[in-house]
């Protein structure tokens, strides 16, 4: 509906419909503009799902509610002005089901449990195990019962994959959801699905919002990812709030990982979620990949590009990328950083070149010619001298994606060559674009980042090599080893998935590390026992309930103040509320990114006992947003930077 708001008129939703009470004065009230929508476009079921996001992120039912509307719905119009028509969706076109791919006795099993009495469950299988297939098979038992199904993902370019194999397999149109969509697409996309014209929706992180009459099925494949977390207002985590809507519309919800997250296997362990476990691998000739690991002290690299005698690829990873090229098979290599070098420094006087609006060091990136910020994307042309000192020369150092395809084009110089980042990929059609030329075997050597760790199975790839395994290790995140652990499962996976047996080296300046032993061995269950203890003595989530509550201001001590005047009220509620022994504030500190565009940066870290008790202690508070200063707070954290 239209409705008068000072001197704009605003797009407003019906939430509730109750008496006036009799004491009322209707002259206060303003008349409803307009009805925009002669039926309803936000379900019950998706207003109920808005309030739960809501109270428990603690962000603005509007803003929530928005995630519920199609995306051309305007916020206000100006006067005498309406909205466009909605287009209806177009006639869905017949399929053929292809002829249906059997089960093997695992995927049968697990079929058979999910389809008994019990509603939530974790699907644990190592990667290549089938679990696509025990969704597809699900699937179809819940059309037949007549209800509508959500396939969650957590990255875009899964869905193009996805949608293919569920309509070849069950003869039904599946609906894709992701802001690689246009607007018109997506408004068609989300009609069909709440008229039931299509009842399977397949999507990224927001889809988990869509109107899905009589919901069936819910599968939150790659449940661990976390860009499942909304890092910007409404800040919610979609493989949570998928729990509470599975059981809010009484509908079973899958789990799919290879690596689970410690907060599922620890909801296992409770006894919260059914666990089912795929131990092999679906194809019955195909093996989980053998685990080398190269330790990349002291190795020289054989070829030197641009003046560098560091290694980028070890002789033991250079041998077996020839033996492979040379069997006719592809060869992955993995490395978490695009770009070309991720520090320039004076040689002289030892000047970084750091972003001035962000407190990081600009990336090369060698073909474009520039100095980028990968947080604000400001942009510089590179120097060959320092702008500080003006003497000494500058150093381009620290590798990315770019400087890797770079080295493998100086050793295999005849060899069809691709590389995957956001750099290469900046549309969904350009990612399939790249993606096909592997498929197709045009390309036999393809270079990636975190883009190609999940997902993707190619028949010939039977060399997976990582770069550089310690990157994510050092982050400030008591979670670093357990994303760098899932990340590299991920990446190994994609190695030998057919009838041929793979290969996986890993480069590491730690091999040591207790990780990589699990890694070696494929041990995902030792790793995550020892984890969850870790994270236990540390009284850490899943253990316990973080909260992180950051302050950005335009001042340099802005931030700072406000979080120290925070701190002090915080501690206090705790003690006048008897919670000592169930919170724990950590900070204030800087964040790890202290200038993030322009803004300084503070913050604190709640640890409570459970969500009740969090709630009693930031009730206590009145936080108020001003033009210099932002209060961000962000219930169960998964970033710290």
């Known amino acids: 509906m239209l409705v008068p708001l000072q001197s704009r008129s605003v797009v407003g939703v019906i939430l509730a419909v109750s008496p006036l009470p009799s004491d009322f004065q209707v002259r206060s009230l303003k008349a409803i503009e307009s009805i925009l929508e002669t039926e309803p476009i936000v379900t019950s079921e998706q207003i109920e799902l808005a309030r739960f996001v809501a109270d428990y992120y603690r962000a603005p039912l509007g803003e929530v509610i928005r995630l519920c509307l199609p995306p051309n719905t305007p916020r206000s119009l100006k006067a005498g002005s309406l909205p466009q028509k909605r287009k209806k969706p177009s006639a869905r076109r017949v399929l053929e089901p292809a002829e249906p791919i059997l089960l093997n006795f695992e995927q049968e099993q697990a079929l058979q449990t999910i389809l008994g009495p019990q509603k939530t469950f974790l699907l644990e299988g190592v990667t290549g195990s089938g679990k696509t297939e025990v969704y597809i098979h699900t699937t179809q038992s819940m059309l037949d019962e007549g209800k509508s199904v959500l396939v969650v993902v957590p990255e875009i370019g899964l869905t193009p994959q996805l949608k293919d194999r569920f309509e070849q397999q069950l003869g039904k149109p599946v609906c894709m959801l992701h802001s ?233 110089p005849k060899v069809p060559v691709a590389r995957l980042d956001r750099d290469t990929a900046k549309t969904s059609q350009r990612t399939q674009e790249i993606l096909n030329q592997l498929h197709d075997g045009e390309a036999q050597i393809l270079i990636g980042t975190q883009m190609i760790a999940k997902g993707h199975d190619f028949e010939r790839l039977t060399l997976v090599g990582v770069v550089l395994a310690d990157l994510g290790l050092s982050a400030p995140d008591f979670r670093a080893s357990e994303r760098t652990f899932q990340l590299l499962i991920q990446v190994a996976g994609r190695a030998g998935r057919r009838s041929q047996s793979g290969t996986v080296i890993i480069q590491t300046f730690n091999p040591e590390n207790k990780l990589f032993e699990n890694l070696v061995n494929h041990n995902i269950t030792n790793f995550n026992k020892n984890e969850l203890a870790h994270r236990k003595s540390s009284h850490q989530p899943p253990f316990v309930r973080g909260t992180l509550i950051r302050f950005e201001s335009t001042e340099p001590l802005g931030a700072e103040q406000k979080a120290y005047e925070t701190a002090e009220k915080i501690t206090q509620a705790i003690h006048t509320l008897g919670l000592k022994s169930q919170a724990q504030l950590l900070g204030p500190a800087k964040a790890p990114i202290e200038k993030l565009r322009n803004r300084w940066r503070w913050q604190l870290y709640l640890k409570t006992s459970n969500h009740q008790t969090r709630t009693q202690i930031l009730d206590t508070l009145r936080l108020r947003n001003t033009p210099k200063l932002r209060i961000v707070i962000d219930i169960d954290p998964q970033q710290f930077s």
């Open 180 to 412: 690689g969509l246009s607007h018109s697409q997506r408004d068609q996309a989300l009609t069909a699905l709440r008229t039931a014209q299509v009842r399977i929706a397949i999507g990224a992180r927001s889809a988990i919002f869509a109107p899905l009459p009589n919901l069936g099925l819910i599968v939150v494949d790659e449940e661990h990812d976390p860009s499942f977390k909304q890092e910007e207002s409404p800040r919610y985590q979609a493989r949570d709030i998928a729990l509470w809507r599975a059981k809010n519309e009484n509908a079973k919800i899958i789990l799919g990982s290879a690596t689970p997250s410690l907060e599922s296997i620890n909801n296992v362990q409770k006894g919260l979620i059914a666990h089912i476990a795929l131990k092999n691998r679906a194809i019955s000739t195909s093996f989980l990949p053998q685990v080398e690991l190269v330790d990349l002290k002291g190795v020289r690299s054989t070829a030197k590009s641009s003046g560098q005698s560091r290694s980028i690829l070890s002789p033991r990873l250079l041998s077996k990328m020839r033996d492979t090229i040379a069997q006719g098979n592809q060869v992955l290599l993995f490395l978490n950083r695009r770009g070309y070098s991720s520090l320039a420094v004076c040689d002289f006087c030892g000047q970084q070149a750091h972003c001035p609006s962000c407190s990081v060091c600009l990336t090369l990136h060698y073909q474009e010619q520039l100095l980028r910020c990968h947080l604000c994307d400001y942009q510089s042309s590179p120097s060959q001298s320092c702008s500080h000192c003006q003497e000494g020369p500058v150093l381009y150092l620290g590798i990315g994606t770019e400087r890797v395809e770079e080295e493998v084009r100086l050793h295999f």
